[in-house]
């Protein structure tokens, strides 16, 4: 794939110029994939393949190797370009050192107030990537891809704040086809990020796997989405989704969708909006 190349610009501003082949012969489609607890989104629009996040790892399971490398193979996804790390917990990134070894020229993308983050840098190491490859992002940047404007606001925090509090918060749109992804970020982030505007989107990753920290009444008020994705695992010990958040996207009439039970959630690009497969 040497006609593909996608570029970030460090300016504070100006995000993603992509230089795209002239043929891509992969429709644009969104996919949740089913990951257990944690999250991995793939986006692929004119060749390019994007992913939000990696999927989990702990000491007995790496759903990058199990389930995300083989899944995007079966896509006939044959290149990644870029992976956008949300913030540095191990069901948001676990996944991206079998991705880097089954895709090496993936560039991985993460908040610049992650730079410090230990977990995040011991993880760097074993990926065989230097802090120096990693694009620091924030805090905030926009670009295009194809006809999609991409957005992502990446909230300033400190050391002693949880890493949650500084998810990342991806926009892609084209027109009515428009998705928002927010990690796990908490309320008070979702709140901060309200007044920047520009949030309304079909579809909404439901921040935190559905905890009841996110996904406020406000902020689905923000968003008016037409469907809500719960990316969580069976019978997790968290309890997410928790009732309250799906009562209040149901109450406003969401469709929910939920990875657990459903499985891998795609959306096709069809007559300028996402539809579910
Ligand atoms: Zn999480």
Known sequence: MSSRNLAIG????????????????RPTRLTFLNVGQGDCA??????????????????????????????LRQMGVDGVDLILLSHPDMDH?????????????????ASRYFQHNTQLLEQLRKWGK???????????????????????ECPAIDENQE????????SIVDGAASAVFTGDAPVKAEEAMEPIGGWRSEVMKAGHHGSRTA???SWIETVRPEYAILSCGKNNRYGHPHKEVVDRLEADGVKICRTDREGDITFDFLNGRFVRE
Not at 10 to 23: D, M, S
């Open 215 to 217: 996904t406020s009444e």
């Open 42 to 71: 793939v986006f692929e629009t004119e060749g390019v393949a994007i992913l939000i996040d990696s999927g989990p790892k702990d000491s007995t399971s790496d759903a990058g190797e199990r389930i995300v490398v083989p899944r």
């Open 130 to 152: 230097r802090p120096e490859e990693v694009k620091w992002l924030g805090p905030e940047l926009k670009g295009s891809l194809g006809e999609f404007k991409i957005r992502i």
């Open 10 to 25: 460090g300016c504070a501003c100006v995000l993603i110029g992509a230089v795209v082949g002239l043929l891509w012969p």
């Open 93 to 109: 990134i676990g996944g991206t050192g079998a991705i880097v070894r089954a895709f090496p020229e993936a560039t991985i993308a």
């Open 163 to 170: 890493t949650n509090d500084g998810s990342m918060f991806v």
